[in-house]
């Protein structure tokens, strides 16, 4: 018979108490702060912000110090306590045109109009293990400005256009405008996912989904699961002005600024019978710092686009339900995780099954199962080879 393993409120006390001090660590260490999680992870916290839609660096950093590092689990605190926000209505457009830029590259262009902007990346790096960290640094601590200047950088100036403006006058690049029968935009934190998903709203689910599965999409797009050969056009990291505009007053107020990372990916197009030979965009938007999955994003999103353009759909990440609906983090955790839960009785019932099947008539079951149930053969006590003295 199977026994339930029995357990109560004392062992999940005893449970709790021994995570807070695994949480805390050695008390001999010095107790991370949350100002250091924030100041320190930066592109952990903003990772955990996009995947959570919620844009807070310091509750994130708190999250990620309540969790442990765990990165699942402090998007999941935050989505939680993003539910508990009143809701004041909706922000205007953002317009990265004028993002206070701290990086900005384009891989088609080596003279890019405005200049392009090295900024903070690993890029340059030799992804070599710097020992000199094992100890703490005498180098002074950066000072407040420097510490914006590579969250929000300089103030970009207003003649510092796209990179692909150009192309786009000349017809060379696809313009600018919604997708064809583009309704108004939904919100998917309010509104279930339903599938075929308009463009905006595959966007906001790119947006906040897990960067590994994001990333592992784009990549089977440049392996040849789908019609794509991209270039990196723009990617702008900086901060943006959020406005809002109260019903009271009728115009845009500016309630401050977020730092986002802003991708333009461009991708050889032929042409069709409707369309002329051109290249087409994939666009990502993503909190912070976070370059890699705004690139992964844009692929993505121009592979979902394939009918727009009269493209095949032949590969999973093509295929939105598929791609979009496994991105969640928080939806695919908790799936996974919900299997450690009891399942006492489910599990007895399916035993029984099993127990059952097992049991019919010999007459009605295959040789093999019927050898995999015969009983072992007594082991020979004669030894094959006689001990020697």
């Known amino acids: 018979m199977y026994i339930a393993v029995k357990g109560g409120e004392s062992a999940i006390e005893a449970s709790r108490r021994l995570l807070a001090a695994a949480r805390r660590g050695d008390p001999a260490q010095q107790e991370i702060e ?25 509750l994130a950093a708190l999250a990620l110090k309540q969790s442990q590092g765990d990165v699942v689990e402090a998007v999941f605190l935050l989505r939680a306590y993003r539910t508990t926000l009143p809701r004041f209505g909706y922000g205007e457009p953002l317009d990265t045109e004028r993002m206070r830029a701290s990086r900005r590259v384009s891989a088609i262009f080596k003279d890019l109009p405005g200049g392009q902007l090295l900024g903070a990346t690993f890029d340059y790096t030799q992804r070599l293990l710097d020992f000199d960290l094992l100890r703490a640094s005498d180098q002074a601590p950066p000072t407040h400005g420097e510490k914006i200047a590579v969250a929000a950088g300089e103030p970009v100036s207003e003649a510092m256009p796209c990179a692909l403006e150009a192309l786009a006058a000349e017809g060379l690049v696809e313009p600018l405008t919604p997708s064809d029968g583009d309704p108004q935009p939904p919100d998917i934190t309010r509104e279930p996912p339903a599938y075929p998903m308009p ?25 040849g699961y789908a019609h794509t050969h991209p270039f990196a056009g723009e990617i702008r990291v900086g901060a943006v002005a959020v406005e809002f505009t109260p019903d009271e007053l009728g115009f845009p107020i500016e309630l401050g600024e977020v730092v986002l990372t802003e991708c333009q990916m461009i991708n050889q197009f032929t042409g069709s019978a409707e369309q ?10 993503v909190f912070g710092r976070s370059e890699r999955k705004a690139m992964a994003m844009s692929l993505v999103d121009r592979v979902m686009r394939a009918d ?11 295929d939105q339900e598929f791609a979009l609906s496994h991105s969640d983090s928080i939806e695919a955790s908790g799936f996974v995780q919900h299997l450690k839960l009891p399942h006492y009785v489910t599990f007895e019932s399916e035993l029984q099954l099993v127990r059952g099947l097992r049991a019919r008539a010999p007459e009605t079951r295959s040789p093999a199962c019927a050898a995999a149930d015969a009983p072992a053969p007594a082991a020979d006590p004669t030894p094959a080879i006689e001990p020697t003295a």
């Open 34 to 58: 949350v100002a250091q999680i924030e100041s320190q992870f930066g592109l952990l916290v903003d990772r955990v912000m996009g995947e959570a839609s919620l844009y807070d660096p310091e």
């Open 199 to 223: 463009r905006a709203g595959r966007l906001q689910m790119l947006a906040r989904g897990d960067e590994g599965w994001v990333l592992g999409m784009a990549y089977s797009t440049q392996r």
């Open 276 to 285: 002329p030979p051109q290249f087409t965009r994939g666009y990502g938007l």
């Open 308 to 318: 727009e353009f009269g493209e095949e759909l032949t590969s999973p990440a093509q």
